[in-house]
């Protein structure tokens, strides 16, 4: 984590300086987790920046160069897809504030574009502009990647993905950005009132921006639950965190801010006490922490705790369901095409194994 921040963070950087000097680095560890968080390109760029890769054995830098020479075309044709969407749809009178890493991009976050791994283009929009999106992607050729006769969730946060041919990135329009619980405190009328434009795009402001990166981990991943993060969205956050007060970001939020806190004391303590990560220091935060380092040294226990969590939350899921599809029609509605759909059986059917 600390070698992301070297670029930015003169202590970090002479410390990891020292160990590449005098420590015999198992680069096939390094290799394992930083691909396996997605921050791989952007631990090359911050070394390539520090003058550190003088350090690091040929082959590697070679393959380090070539991830990140891919990853920056890719994100080129990202950005100029996004363009594209945003010009479709304003021409539309349709106003779309993209989100996550395509908008880090747009907003020009990263020193090199190569830094950030992007996956889908997400963009949010009003209650009224969400339909009409849908619609005018889809005359735009863009269509579901999903089987054509999945029924659509009544409660989720984003449409179907579409997808569209020769286009690099698949595109997920969202109504909501979250899970329902926290609906009502982190929503589109929350962020639309202090978004920004750049370029013609409307991105979050760089506080939302910073509160949604932890969102997407803690909240939705359920990260908070596991006493786990990404260092993608971290890393995130770190560089957010020059652009804006963290500590009152998150502050500006109720039920949310618990949750929110306890990422940014994580990140604070695995990016070596870095001072634009100061966080609200309180007992339950104490104990979070407590929880996340055990982690690192007991293993065992964690992947049992992490099986049980997941066990926990996909009941608590299916039992939430059930009860809104006892008072709420429109959950009825969609329970029982959901369990009249043959195509969704034989989906489940191929998912464990039973058939192909």
């Known amino acids: 984590a600390k070698c992301l921040t070297i670029s930015l963070e003169e202590k970090n950087r002479d410390e990891i300086e020292l160990i590449l000097k005098t420590t015999d680095v198992d680069w096939d560890a390094i290799v394992k987790v930083s691909t396996a968080h997605y921050v791989f390109p952007a631990i090359y760029c911050n070394f390539k920046k520090s003058d550190f890769l003088k350090y690091l ?12 020479d891919l990853n920056r075309e890719r994100n080129k044709q990202i950005i100029s897809q996004a363009q594209e969407l945003n010009s479709l749809l304003l021409d539309d009178n349709i106003k779309p504030i993209f989100l996550k890493g395509t908008a880090n991009l747009l907003a020009g976050i990263y020193e090199d574009i190569a830094e950030r ?58 109504k909501n950005l979250l899970l329902e619980k926290y609906v009502n405190e982190f929503n589109y009328n929350f962020v639309n009132k202090d978004s920004q434009v750049i370029d013609g795009t409307a991105v979050l402001s760089y506080a939302n921006k910073l509160n949604l990166s932890i969102i997407a981990n803690q909240i939705n991943d359920q990260g908070f639950e596991n006493r786990t993060m990404a260092l993608r969205n971290a890393y995130d956050v770190f560089l957010l965190s020059k652009k ?36 609200n220091n309180t007992k339950k935060e104490a104990s979070f922490l407590n929880e996340f380092n055990s982690q690192f040294t007991n293993p065992i226990p964690t992947k049992r705790q992490h099986k049980f969590n997941k066990i926990y939350l996909f009941i608590k899921y299916r039992l939430n369901l059930i009860y809104k599809a006892i008072i709420y029609k429109e959950y009825r509605i969609w329970l029982f095409n959901l369990l009249t759909d043959k195509d969704w059986y034989k989906r489940k059917l191929i998912q464990l194994g039973i058939k192909k």
């Not at 990140?267 to 634009?276: G, L, T, Y």
């Open 117 to 174: 791994m992007v996956g889908d283009i997400d963009f949010i929009f009003s209650k009224e502009d969400y339909p009409k999106a849908i619609i005018a992607l889809k005359d735009f050729g863009y269509y579901r990647k999903a089987p054509p006769k999945t029924v659509i969730t009544p409660f989720h946060r984003h449409y179907s993905r579409l997808t569209k041919k020769d286009s690099i990135a698949a595109v997920e329009i969202h």
């Open 57 to 68: 054995p040929n082959d590697l830098v070679s393959y380090m160069e070539y991830i990140a």
């Open 244 to 279: 804006t007060n963290a500590m009152a970001a998150v502050n500006t939020l109720d039920k949310l801010k618990h949750p929110l806190n306890c990422f940014l004391a994580a990140c604070h303590e695995v990016f070596n006490k870095v001072d634009s990560l100061e966080y």
